[in-house]
């Protein structure tokens, strides 16, 4: 059990959000609006004007073109970070010196010592950090941990993904995409995408081991990575091989359970029915997903923060991907225990050479 949230003696959350962009407009902003005892009161943006046009189109009574302003609200008991990643931490330490806890978009942070920084702060703070893995929340994924907790494939014995999709146009260099900017995002797509299937293994099967990997720019104009490929194993054993490339017109989002008894097949970014294969058959089972993806876990924090559960995606679960990650990107990055994407020129994987050892 976590302690005692500060807000536990309270009956509803009020919620403030800072950078109520795209990511707010459907997936999580209603969320905080539709799960119960909670409220969205404030949003901040900083050209005030699409603040005040977000406010008004989702019945919010407050604007800011400020954060300070928004956080400092008295209004506001929780704050909801969903900037791009590059501001995470700068909003993270806005909310933990404001002595309010703090649910901030995934990925976590640029690199993991940026998530540790959030980390000293929320715990000097005795404040909460959560982060909107919310695949640990949705009913499907939920479905499946159900299937491998309950050995429905028998014991587990490896673990296979593969994602192959080209650049989304939304992430086109030319346009400053912050998606492919290290200064943004702290690398490709691999952190965007990549993130929610690496936090849900742990969710689902413990936190990875040994974890090698590689990544290169094969295709695209971005300096950052377009592919990757990594292995690694689970705490029982199971091994596990996962792979991601952006650089083809090729479409696959397929994650594979192998396990002594059987296999359970399903698409992490879509809604396909999850098929489990085993010796008496093939069963399928299709669970829809929510309407606004983020509320089961918004449900799930502003339950935490009244002192009824626990939620399952917080700070030091999303440090754990994140650490998985920088041990995969590394090689590419020369490093990423620094502020490596202002240091760009001395990227090894900048180099149509570059052969990562």
């Known amino acids: 059990m ?14 403030g959000i800072l950078g109520c962009g795209d990511v707010t407009e459907v997936k999580s902003g209603p969320g905080f609006r539709k799960a119960r005892d ?3 009161v404030a949003v901040m943006r900083r050209n005030g004007a699409l603040a005040a046009d977000y406010a008004k189109r989702h019945g919010v009574s407050r604007s800011y073109d400020d954060a300070r302003a ?18 995470h931490l700068e909003g993270a330490l806005l909310s933990a010196a404001a002595g309010k806890p703090c649910y901030v978009e995934k990925p976590m942070a640029r690199h993991t010592t940026e998530c540790d920084a959030m980390l000293a702060a929320f715990a000097a703070a005795k ?6 893995y919310y695949r640990r929340a949705m009913p499907r994924f939920e479905k499946v941990r159900e299937l491998i907790d309950g ?18 146009a939304n992430a086109d260099p030319a346009q400053n995409a ?9 690398g490709g797509l691999f952190l965007d995408l990549g993130s929610h299937v690496l936090d849900f293994l742990d969710h689902c099967v413990g936190p990875l081991e040994a974890v090698h990997g590689r990544a290169a720019r094969l295709a695209t104009t971005a300096e950052v990575e377009d592919a990757v490929a990594m292995t690694f194993r689970t705490a029982t054993g199971a091994l596990g091989a996962a792979s991601w490339d952006f650089s083809t017109t090729a479409k696959e989002d397929t994650l594979e359970f192998f396990g002594t008894a059987g296999r359970i097949a399903f698409n992490i970014f879509n809604a396909e029915p999850i098929r489990l294969e085993t010796a008496t058959g093939t069963e399928q089972f299709a669970i829809p997903n929510p309407a606004h993806v983020a509320q089961p876990l918004i449900q799930l924090i502003v339950d935490d923060l009244l002192g009824r ?11 754990r991907t994140s650490e998985v990650m920088d041990r995969v990107l590394e090689g590419y990055y020369g490093g990423r225990t620094d502020a490596f994407w202002l240091r760009p020129a001395t990227w090894p994987g900048r180099s149509s050479t570059y052969v990562q050892p």
């Open 127 to 132: 404040q909460k950090l959560f982060v909107a």
């Open 38 to 40: 909670s409220q969205l």
């Open 70 to 87: 928004l956080v400092n609200d008295p209004e506001v008991d929780a704050v909801y970070v969903a900037t791009p990643p590059g501001a």
């Open 309 to 319: 559960t626990n939620c399952p995606s917080t700070g030091e679960s999303a440090r």
């Open 178 to 186: 912050w998606r492919v900017s290290a200064a943004h995002a702290g």
């Open 2 to 15: 976590t302690s005692p949230s500060p807000l536990s003696t309270r009956t509803t959350i009020r919620w």
């Open 151 to 168: 050995r429905a494939i028998g014991e587990l014995t490896s673990i296979h993904y593969r994602l192959a999709s080209p650049t989304p």
